[in-house]
Structure formats: structure tokens, C-alpha cells
């Protein structure tokens, strides 16, 4: 008794304390509104920024937790921040206000992040991204990201960027891409859960789709049941907006966007987005478990591994879904890199050029 006694007054001390150290973050001006508590925000901050003088990109800026941070931080930065959705945009200004050093970019990272260095002409100094969906996000049941609120089954996270909804997944899908689709986000369901969905088609709103999971596992514990229903909710929230296909685009594209001595920092929130960029980090290819090798047997690449990190039990109390959070940190190297697609592609290019001279040779004199 005397155990469950002290435990629940250090989880009540812990939620008072929090709530003044948020009330203290609202006063200062990082989050005037709840739209999403930043995760690990001071040890992104603090890894970022090796030249005050660089230039830094927040790939996703969400409610502007990092980019404010950033900024208050290191009021002479110039930060460029780019979210695909105008509403998350809309919540940073109004807690970042007008500040010359800073630019947002309604789009994606994997085309804004190109846009921005071919802007300025200069390389990046740190790229950010805190990849997944923002809490406000989840929060609002007309997004339909959450199996908790009737909502429609919508769940883009850039209404003007994303044309297809998880309404045109959930109901036009085949059965066997539903079941592919569930199974790489390790749903041992899959197969019954898809065969259950598109016996119930159509399905128009999130509590349907709620209904039909459940429904396919009536042996399983409420626990299990509300896991299936992440894993299934998440699959097509990630399908809809092509979150991975974004991942690895980028991932190919960042040694030629950051300087050498320049840091790529990166919030990962399940296994899918962090075996990419753990790879990426390792091998300088998102495919890839090995790093390549110098002909010493050294080995090189664009990326030299700084860091990885979860979050305390601390931040986990008072933030719960930092639970599945991590970080990792890596610094650009001096290597000169080319990824696997534009080795692909100059391969491609050199076999096109010797097959037309092979064709055309030169007439001698």
C-alpha cells in the first residue's frame, strides 16, 4: 500500500510540476495554444546548430515548437520552416509572430527542402524532421486520423498537396493490397482484416471502420484490439499521404543539400520510419544494412552516426505519445556521395552515350 501511495503522489507532484512548466513555456511565448508539444525539443536544439551563421531548415514545422525554440535560441539563424498543411502554418505564426530570419513554405519536405537550398544558394547548415502527425492533428476528429472521434475518413495531412483520402483506400482498394498494406505495419491481422473490410464496403466514417476491426478479432483483449486499431489507422494515414516514399526521397537527397560539419537531425515515431533512417545514417541508403567500404575494408559514406535517443520517464509522464519516439543525430562528412538513385541514373546516361557512339562511330579521315 505504502508503495502504490508514494507512486501515485510522485505521478500527481510530477503532473503539477508539468503543468507550471507548461504554463511558463505558454507565458514565454514557445506554445501559446496546445497545438502540439514538441518532443525532445531541447536535445533537437541543441544538436542542430554548429554555425550561427548557417542556414537551417525545420522540415516539419507543425505548431512551431522547434522553429520557435530555434529561434529564441539563436535569434541570428536564418530558419526556413515548410509543413504541407496551411492550418499548422497558421498556429506557428501566431506563435512565432514576424521575424525577418524566418520563411515558411507550404509543401512537403521532400521537394521544399531542394526548393529552399536552390533559393538561397547555399547549402544547409541543419535539417529537421519530426516525422509523423502533430497531436492537434490527432486531435481533431474532422481530420479523421483517430479512431477515438467520429469523423470522416479523410486523414491527408495537406488537403491541397493530397488528392487521394483513406475513404478511396478503405473502399476502391483491393482486398490483397489492404492486407500488403496492413502486413508491412506488422499487423498480424492483416489478412482477416481486410477480407472483413471489403466485405462491409462502403464505409464512410471512422467509427464504422473502428467497428469492423474490432469485430474481425472478438477473441482478443481490449488491449490488443486498441493496438490493431493504431497499427490499421496508421498504415492508411501513411498510405494516403505517401509518408515513406516522402522519407526516402529525402533521405536520398540530403548529402547533396547539407555542407560538410552540417547536422541532420531526425524524430522517428514507429520502426517503418526509423529502420529508414537508421540505414540512411549507416550506409548512405535507406536499403542497405551494410556501410560501404574504402578498399582499406574503412568504412565511408555520407553521414557519420552522432547519436541516438528516447525519451526520459520524465517527458514520457508528461507527454505519453513521446512514448515511441527517437532520435538520431548524424553530421555530414567530407566524402563525396552519390546516392544509389543518381549512381542509377549516370549509369543509365553512360550506356545510352557508348551505345550511340558504338552506333554512330566517328568517320576517319
Known amino acids: 500500500?505504502?508503495?502504490?501511495?508514494?507512486?501515485?503522489?510522485?505521478?500527481?507532484?510530477?503532473?503539477?510540476?508539468?503543468?507550471?512548466?507548461?504554463?511558463?513555456?505558454i507565458k514565454s511565448g514557445i506554445i501559446r495554444k496546445a497545438y502540439h508539444v514538441p518532443v525532445l525539443a531541447e536535445e533537437c536544439v541543441d544538436w542542430l546548430v554548429t554555425d550561427v551563421d548557417g542556414l537551417y531548415i525545420d522540415g516539419t514545422l507543425g505548431?512551431?515548437?522547434?522553429?520557435?525554440?530555434?529561434?529564441?535560441r539563436y535569434p541570428e539563424i536564418e530558419l526556413c520552416s515548410i509543413d504541407q498543411d496551411s492550418i499548422a502554418i497558421a498556429a506557428a505564426q501566431e506563435v512565432i509572430g514576424n521575424n525577418e530570419r524566418w520563411q515558411t513554405y507550404e509543401t512537403n519536405f521532400d521537394s521544399g527542402i531542394e526548393q529552399i537550398v536552390r533559393e538561397k544558394n547555399?547549402?544547409?547548415?541543419?535539417?529537421?524532421?519530426?516525422?509523423?502527425?502533430?497531436?492537434?492533428?490527432?486531435?481533431?476528429?474532422e481530420r479523421g486520423f483517430s479512431f477515438r472521434h467520429l469523423g470522416p475518413l479523410d486523414m491527408r495531412l495537406g488537403k491541397d498537396q493530397t488528392k487521394i483520402t483513406a475513404q478511396d483506400?478503405?473502399?476502391?482498394?483491393?482486398?490483397?493490397?489492404?492486407?500488403l498494406l496492413f502486413r508491412e505495419n506488422d499487423e498480424p491481422m492483416a489478412s482477416l482484416i481486410a477480407k472483413r473490410i471489403v466485405a462491409a464496403r462502403p464505409i464512410t466514417n471512422t467509427l464504422e471502420l473502428k467497428e469492423i476491426v474490432e469485430n474481425a478479432m472478438p477473441r482478443s483483449t481490449p488491449k490488443a484490439k486498441k493496438k490493431s486499431l493504431a497499427r490499421i489507422f496508421q498504415a492508411i494515414r501513411?498510405?494516403?499521404?505517401?509518408?515513406?516514399?516522402?522519407?526516402?526521397?529525402?533521405?536520398?537527397?540530403?548529402?547533396?543539400?547539407?555542407?560538410?560539419?552540417?547536422?541532420?537531425?531526425?524524430?522517428?515515431y514507429h520502426s517503418l520510419e526509423d529502420r529508414r533512417v537508421k540505414r540512411a545514417i549507416r550506409s548512405g541508403?535507406?536499403?542497405?544494412?551494410q556501410p560501404p567500404q574504402d578498399s582499406f575494408g574503412n568504412p565511408?559514406?555520407?553521414?557519420?552516426?552522432?547519436?541516438r535517443l528516447s525519451p526520459s520517464e520524465e517527458e514520457i509522464l508528461q507527454n505519453p505519445r513521446a512514448r515511441s519516439a527517437r532520435l538520431r543525430v548524424a553530421e555530414r562528412t567530407s566524402y563525396r556521395w552519390s546516392s544509389p538513385d543518381q549512381l542509377r541514373r549516370k549509369n543509365d546516361d553512360d550506356y545510352e552515350y557508348w551505345k550511340n557512339k558504338k552506333r554512330n562511330p566517328r568517320k576517319r579521315r
Open 238 to 268: 501513411i498510405a494516403v499521404n505517401d509518408e515513406l516514399g516522402a522519407l526516402e526521397r529525402i533521405l536520398n537527397q540530403l548529402p547533396s543539400l547539407i555542407k560538410p560539419g552540417g547536422r541532420l537531425v531526425v524524430l522517428a
Open 169 to 179: 483506400i478503405i473502399n476502391d482498394w483491393e482486398q490483397n493490397n489492404l492486407r
Open 122 to 141: 547555399r547549402l544547409a547548415s541543419g535539417v529537421l524532421l519530426d516525422l509523423g502527425v502533430s497531436s492537434r492533428q490527432l486531435d481533431d476528429a
Open 300 to 307: 565511408i559514406g555520407p553521414w557519420r552516426s552522432l547519436l
Open 63 to 72: 505548431g512551431g515548437g522547434h522553429s520557435s525554440l530555434l529561434l529564441k
Open 1 to 25: 500500500m505504502l508503495f502504490c501511495f508514494v507512486h501515485k503522489k510522485f505521478a500527481l507532484i510530477s503532473f503539477v510540476g508539468f503543468s507550471g512548466r507548461r504554463l511558463q513555456r
Open 285 to 289: 541508403d535507406f536499403r542497405s544494412t
